[in-house]
């Protein structure tokens, strides 16, 4: 498992409580329009991938019902860990450490995953993988960013980690297929590539306030991590300081955290 942890899912371990603070925020209404796409039943049988904190899992449990059940799956062990603490009272949801790429289970009546694909190393034999474990006529959806999302905060904490440790700033990253289809139409043409059918694409859009305690867990809390990750605490307050400085400079009092929502039946 060690060596599929690196860079980003590293930090995802780290930020496993920050993580689920930022959860009310950002993770939950994001993981509640995942559900809501999915029409899922009483009594349905879902794999949720890239399950983090259990942002779609939880409330996908609860709307499958005692009767039915939620394979919830994820890298990491801090986050399973705390998704098992969260869903105590929810026997019908199973939280695994696994990798989603390389689930055997199939015969799902609907497969989620809540901004996930993007990390995998192939995304598209990653998702083509995922949608291979649901029955046909199940559902497929995959909740991915729009473009723009998130990027302000990374950018300013990124100028804010530099300037504080004296050293360059992170690099950009390399633009890759992700890149190409985070809009409505592309999205939905990539979709259907996969193989699904009655693909919809719907905007979710959500502007988060950035108050300072909401600014900085939107660092902490998410794969951002990594730009402190490794800082002494002394450092880390420092750049947190910056970071809020530089954004207060800019004039920047809310974030872009707007979701594409995509769905398909599989055949
Ligand atoms: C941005 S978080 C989203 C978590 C959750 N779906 C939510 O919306 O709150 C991405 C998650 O994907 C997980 N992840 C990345 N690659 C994975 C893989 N191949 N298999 C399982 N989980 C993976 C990370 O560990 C991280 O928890």
């Not at 694409?201 to 909401?214: D, G, Q, S």
């Not at 867990?217 to 307050?237: A, C, H, Y």
């Amino acid at each position: 498992m060690s060596s599929r942890k690196v860079g980003t899912q590293r930090a995802f371990d780290a930020a496993a409580a920050d993580f689920a603070a930022l959860g009310r925020h950002l993770w939950e209404p994001i993981g509640a329009a995942t559900v809501a796409a999915a029409g899922l039943g009483e009594g349905s049988r879902v794999l949720d991938a890239c399950c983090g904190t259990g942002a779609s899992a939880l409330p996908a449990a609860r709307a499958v019902g005692a009767g039915g059940s939620v394979d919830a799956i994820d890298l990491s062990g801090p986050m399973i860990g705390e998704l098992r603490r969260l869903s105590a009272d929810l026997p019908q949801l199973h939280a695994h450490e696994a990798d989603a790429t390389a689930w055997e289970t199939e015969g799902y009546d609907a497969v989620l995953s809540a901004l996930g694909i993007f990390f995998f190393p192939d995304m598209t034999a990653g998702t083509e993988r995922l949608i291979s474990r649901v029955r046909p006529g199940g559902r497929a959806v995959f909740t991915i960013w729009r473009d723009g999302a998130m990027v302000t905060a990374g950018r300013h904490a990124g100028r804010a980690m530099a300037e504080v440790t004296d050293s360059a700033p992170p690099p950009e990253r390399e633009p890759s297929l992700i890149d190409r289809i985070n809009q409505a139409g592309t999205y939905a043409e990539w979709l259907s590539g996969r193989g699904l059918s009655e693909v919809d694409v719907t905007v979710n859009e959500l502007r988060l306030p950035m108050t300072p305690e909401v600014a900085w867990l939107v660092i902490i809390g998410s794969g951002f991590r990594g730009i402190v990750d490794g800082l002494e605490p002394d450092v880390v307050e420092r750049v947190r300081e910056r970071y809020l400085e530089s954004l207060s400079a800019d004039g920047v009092t809310e974030l872009d955290a707007t979701t594409l929502v995509g769905s398909g039946t599989v055949r």
